[in-house]
């Protein structure tokens, strides 16, 4: 490709981008760079505000555009649930753009193979599939716009079904109010202002409702404020992320979670005692009618005083909320058990005040395991004339059991889709669809409020939107999908009561990336306030009053299936940014793990890192063992998201899915797939070698995480040691840049690892070399455990005043700025390594392999950033470019930078916020403040490096939840 046709292919995206936010997009007109449009400066960046797709939550994200080409991610500022942050699924989403593994074109099977083939043939195909019958639709979480055409088509087609479909679903949340209120509704959760959270396993931080929204408010709710903070106790079988970060983890056996939860209400509603209405009370005696806590808090294996206790705090608190199993869990009681959580929040007033039922979330629409089913049965049988699958991959999904790769191969399948997931290799045609960040679309999000998705480039491919599709297949085949998206925005403008014209509207959503706004006249506050108090309903039947029981071998173990913040229920599996990132709590990458307690895999004669075959009576898989306290002695669990046999070469034989070999049980209630329901047995084998990031959990005194107790306000270490050293010192007369990292509020999610990869040009160098310990990434999440609790401790280059890295370089590659930054010279780098062996931080990083990138992933590449040549040294840099940008932008509008100006990617996309970046030259900065905190400190103070980096500890509670005197 000659200069030329480079510029010119570049700039057809360019000028694609920049007219998709203003006018129709003319997407066959290539402009040269001898007339630029008027939105695109070579060198500087264009953002775009639209939606992400990488979960049902809908964030808003900003795209960062140079040339045509989306090079980074950001969250919306204005989007009122993310407010700027973006957990590592979305950080990801620019992978799932330059995939070398997407689907190029339409495809046809012809003699038994998937071939590539033209769109007018495969139009042909599609429209000859359906027919004018009835069909399936078995599609992802989708709102707004495009959940209107699926609509219509399913409308054209009488008989036909349409299935709603995310694996981590939420009918058994429907399911529990519809029975406690008459609304079938999953309502949005507001923890911020809470003071005390109790949960049975619901992975809020990972998986459930939206993970930065509950993050953020998590943080905010941890913030100490006059000497205090909220308490976060979780009654679960295993401790994951989430419950990482509780205060008081109580341990019970596997399949009680409903009936103790049942339990804790009846506990709750006497304590609660004649502040109960009577007809409230009456009503609530009715659910847990013949419930005995004493006999199930024992036969859960916890203590009986623990329920009593714990309903007593619940009471005395200001402003409690309780949650149920959420994805986490997978009981086979899972609508009981959120039936019970809702009903203690209906009791204690939570409802209407951070358990918002007239505020739902727009996931209350979902279909469940049972409706998925009920349409591959009716395929199967022949009512359907095809299934149409929409960014759905059931054969990976649901156990071997529910047959769904023999109805798939047995019954017309059309898929629209990105990659060949397991499901799509079986159809007879498949419809390649955009990316997220091509495609023009709208998802709406709790209190009437719509994120506008809006392309941020042209196509990479020969692909299209499965809108246009759709809309091709309907009355107006000549209509597009930026059209119906335009069109909806003009009614929603008529309905919202916002002032101006329809085009001011339409053009205002492009920039803000949505609709927030309140209705003219009303204030956000007034907008976003519940509307009224919920009347709880009488029961058909009471709650649960035993256990649930589980299949299989009854010498064998329970085995729990849990979704991961990184790959969530799989879908994101062949990013390499995902699979590398290690999980927080195992620090396992690339691979699925099965974790088991210590004194289980004793008598098991199992160790860490052994081979360990898993048979139950529906299947087996093999996997290695993780040792870990966070789990109950007697239990083994095992990750969802890999075990995929296709869908791309990354994603492709890793793993295991454990799914498969589950039986197929449903929630009777909800419909929804229970995945805690079987026993299995292990057998040992050959040891597997896998790539973990970290073994040793604890810091063998070394203060890395450091504790506070609250309500005390000092730190139990000792004084900071005074400044020394040979050399004069280091003058800083403009800026000292430093960051503060509060433990407290960090939550060990990892998404600052991913912006950091994706901002600094990180390689992904994949399990040999991370097994080799050669892992690449800029900033760790180490992971401590002791008494006092578990602290994620967020660790890369400390930028020391003193750095030792400095003093040892023969070549001087490494030095120190004028502005605090430890910088790097990669052309001067001869890789002795020096620097390395005399970090004592460990956050230096060798090239010992060239840094590979298959088209078209080298077009993510930030060219802000150098990337590095094999054999050189990096590191944490700051995010040195955004400073220079910082800088020059204030330059060029003739002013002095001020604080938040600027930041880095890590602080930037923290959900928790719990990552500051400033000038510690500047006393009113955020930074400096912090490191001023009383519950400041640095890492190895005693080796005089004078980090730039401080942490504030974290706090922990003086009592115990489990303790009747403390509460």
């Not at 694609?16 to 630029?36: E, F, N």
């Not at 010192?729 to 994706?758: Q, T």
């Not at 519950?935 to 974290?954: G, I, M, Q």
Request: glycine share 8%; hydrophobic share 40%; net charge negative.
């Amino acid at each position: 490709m000659d200069r030329r046709d480079f510029i010119k292919k570049l700039t057809a995206g360019s000028a694609g981008a920049a007219a998709a936010s203003c006018t129709p997009v003319d997407g066959g007109k290539l402009i040269p760079y001898l007339v630029p449009p008027d939105d695109i400066v070579p060198g500087v960046p264009t953002w775009y505000a639209t939606a992400c797709r990488e979960c049902p939550a809908g964030c808003g994200v900003l795209a960062r555009v140079r040339e045509g080409r989306v090079v980074k991610l950001e969250g919306n500022p204005e989007h009122p649930d993310s407010r700027g942050a973006l957990c590592p699924r979305g950080q990801a989403g620019l992978q799932g753009l330059y995939d070398p593994d997407r689907i190029t074109g339409p495809l046809l099977r012809v003699d038994g193979d998937l071939q590539p083939t033209d769109w007018d043939t495969a139009m042909a195909r599609l429209r000859e599939l359906v027919g004018d019958g009835p069909v399936g639709w078995v599609g992802h979480h989708v709102t707004g716009t495009l959940d209107a055409l699926v609509d219509e088509v399913i409308d054209a087609h009488p008989g036909s079904r349409r299935v709603r479909f995310e694996t981590l679903g939420y009918s058994a949340s429907t399911t529990a109010w519809n029975r406690l209120i008459g609304q079938a509704v999953v309502p949005s959760v507001e923890l911020s202002a809470t003071d005390l959270i109790v949960t049975f396993g619901a992975d809020f931080l990972e998986t459930w409702l939206g993970t930065v929204s509950m993050t953020r408010g998590f943080a905010e709710a941890r913030q100490v404020k006059e000497g205090e903070r909220c308490r976060f106790v979780q009654i679960s079988t295993r401790r994951g992320l989430t419950g990482d970060n509780a205060d008081d983890w109580i341990s019970i056996e596997p399949g009680h979670e409903a009936v103790v939860a049942t339990a804790l209400a009846a506990e709750v509603i006497d304590a609660l005692g004649d502040s109960l209405d009577a007809n409230l009370r009456a009503t609530a005696l009715a659910w847990v009618d013949g419930v005995d806590p004493q006999a199930v808090a024992a036969a859960a294996g916890m203590d009986p005083a623990q329920l009593r206790t714990l309903a007593g705090a619940l009471v005395k608190a200001s402003d409690p909320v309780v949650l149920g199993g959420g994805h986490a869990l997978g009981a086979a009681a899972a609508a009981d058990l959120e039936t019970a959580a809702g009903l203690i929040d209906l009791l204690l007033g939570a409802t209407g005040r951070s358990v918002l039922p007239d505020r739902p979330v727009p996931v209350s629409g979902l279909s469940s395991h049972a409706d998925l089913l009920e349409v591959l049965e009716l395929a199967r049988g022949g009512t359907l004339r095809a299934l149409l699958l929409h960014h759905t991959n059931p054969v990976h999904a649901l156990p071997l059991d529910a047959g769904a790769r023999e109805t798939l191969e047995a019954v017309p399948v059309v898929s629209f889709a990105t990659l060949l997931d397991d499901s799509t290799m079986l159809a007879d045609l498949v419809l390649p669809d955009h990316s997220p960040l091509e495609a023009w679309g709208d998802h709406e999000i709790s209190g009437d409020r719509v994120v506008l998705q809006q392309p941020a480039m042209q196509p990479l491919h020969d692909t299209r939107s499965t809108g246009d599709l759709l809309l091709a297949l309907g009355p107006n085949p000549d209509q597009t999908m930026q059209q119906a998206v335009h069109r909806r925005w003009n009614a929603l403008h008529a309905e919202s009561g916002v002032g101006g014209s329809a085009s001011s509207f339409w053009q205002a959503s492009q920039r803000s990336g949505g609709h927030f706004a309140a209705p003219a006249g009303a204030t956000d506050a007034e907008a976003a306030a519940p509307t009224g108090h919920p009347t709880l309903l009488l029961p058909q039947e009471p709650l649960p009053t035993a256990a649930t029981l589980l299949q299989g071998p009854a010498d064998g173990l329970p085995l729990l299936v849990f979704p991961t913040i990184q790959l969530h229920d799989g879908r994101g599996a062949n990013r390499g940014w995902l699979q590398e990132s290690p999980d927080p709590v195992s620090k396992v990458t690339w691979d699925s793990w099965l974790e088991l307690h210590p004194d289980t895999a004793a008598s098991l004669d199992l160790s860490d890192g052994d081979g360990v075959r898993v048979e139950g009576d529906n299947g087996s898989f093999e996997t290695t063992v993780v040792l870990r306290s966070g789990i109950r002695p007697g239990v083994v669990a095992v990750p969802l998201g890999n075990g995929h046999g296709e869908l791309g070469r990354l994603a492709a034989g890793r793993g295991v899915n454990p799914v498969e070999s589950l039986p197929l049980v449903l929630d009777d209630a909800s419909g929804t797939l229970a995945r805690a329901t079987t026993r299995v047995r292990l057998h040992r084998t050959e040891r597997r070698p896998q790539a973990r990031t970290q073994l040793e959990t604890h810091d063998h005194e070394r203060e890395i995480a450091r504790f506070v107790t609250l309500p005390a306000a000092a730190v139990a270490a000792e004084a900071h040691h005074e400044n020394s050293g040979f050399y004069p010192e280091h003058e800083h007369p403009e800026h000292r840049w430093g960051m503060s990292i509060d433990l407290n509020a960090c939550v060990g999610c990892g998404a600052c690892e991913v912006a950091c990869s994706a901002e600094n040009n990180l390689a992904v160098v994949g399990p040999t070399a991370i097994a080799n310990g050669r892992e690449m990434s800029w900033i760790r999440i180490d992971r401590f455990e002791s008494e006092n609790g578990t602290a994620f401790v967020p660790i890369l280059c400390q930028h020391c005043h003193n750095a030792p890295c400095e003093t040892v370089c023969p070549v001087n590659a490494t030095y120190h700025t004028d502005d605090a930054l430890n910088a790097m010279i990669y052309n001067r780098c001869v890789g002795t390594r020096y620097c390395s062996n005399n970090c004592p931080y460990k956050v230096r990083r060798f090239n010992w392999k060239a840094a590979e990138w298959r088209e078209p992933l080298d077009l993510q590449l930030n060219p802000d950033v150098t990337p590095r040549s094999v054999g050189v040294m990096e590191k944490c840099s700051f995010c040195v470019q955004r400073i220079r940008e910082g800088e020059r932008d204030a330059r060029l509008a003739d002013r002095d930078l001020v604080d938040g100006d600027l930041t880095t990617a890590c602080a930037q996309t923290c959900p928790a916020g719990a990552i500051h970046f400033g000038d510690m030259n500047d006393q009113a900065s955020v930074v400096a403040a912090e490191q001023r905190d009383e519950r400041a400190y640095t890492l190895f103070e005693e080796l005089n490096t004078r980090p730039a980096v401080s942490y504030l500890a974290r706090t922990r509670l003086s009592a115990n939840a489990s303790s009747e005197e403390d509460l």
